[in-house]
């Protein structure tokens, strides 16, 4: 189900360092880069998409979405282009989700959004551990975000527990939550079936 209230913004400005440093969100995953099949799993879930990446800009607009570049050059992490991405949307939430996380569930924007009650701010809780790049951001949080990073802080988890952003319960769906962190983890997501997507 589409929700018009809700952008997606998918993660793809990491340096990768477990990858070694080549550029995650590009790598081949059943003949597509890794971001795309985040892109399509997204759309069916959003109306717009937006693109975190500070490299190779031209490839991912490709993909005919707004590429979105962190507002810093150091590599910031995710929180930073969560900021940039939150600035750049045209609606009051936006839906993240990191460009190495392909198995994401269908209703993930939809769980997030509607169990969110009064908090500014969702995450994933797949019963086993917390995902906080898998999250729902209000733009309400703007100023509070600017402010975590100017002082110097990095850490997602930590910012999460400061704006009480609300852990949503995914049980027994830990697969739907894995990484594809390394060459090998692509490797291996490439002998399974397409479908299994």
């Not at 998918?10 to 590009?26: E, F, P, S, W, Y």
């Not at 979105?68 to 009051?92: N, R, S, V, W, Y």
Request: charged share 20%; proline share 5%.
């Amino acid at each position: 189900m589409k929700n018009k209230n809700i952008t997606g913004g998918i993660l793809a400005g990491g340096q990768a360092t477990r990858m070694g440093g080549v550029d995650k969100g590009l790598q081949i995953l059943h003949g597509k880069p890794l971001y795309w099949h985040i892109a399509q799993k997204l759309a069916t879930q959003v109306e717009t998409i937006l693109i975190s990446a500070n490299r190779n800009i031209d490839l991912y607009r490709q993909s005919h979405y707004p590429v979105i570049t962190d507002e810093t050059t150091e590599f910031a992490g995710p929180l930073a282009g969560m900021l940039a991405l939150l600035k750049q949307a045209e609606t009051q939430w936006v839906a993240f989700v990191p460009c190495d996380v392909p198995y994401f569930p269908s209703n993930l924007v939809e769980t997030l959004y509607t169990q969110k009650g009064e908090a500014l701010a969702t995450y994933v809780d797949d019963g086993e551990r917390e995902h906080p790049t898998l999250a729902l951001l209000n733009r309400r949080i703007i100023p509070t975000l600017e402010a975590y990073l100017a002082q110097g802080d990095r850490k997602l988890m930590l910012f999460m527990k400061q704006i009480n952003a609300r852990p949503i319960l995914f049980a027994n769906q830990a697969n739907a939550f894995v990484n594809l962190n390394t060459s090998d983890d692509i490797q291996k997501a490439n002998k399974l079936k397409q479908q299994e997507l």
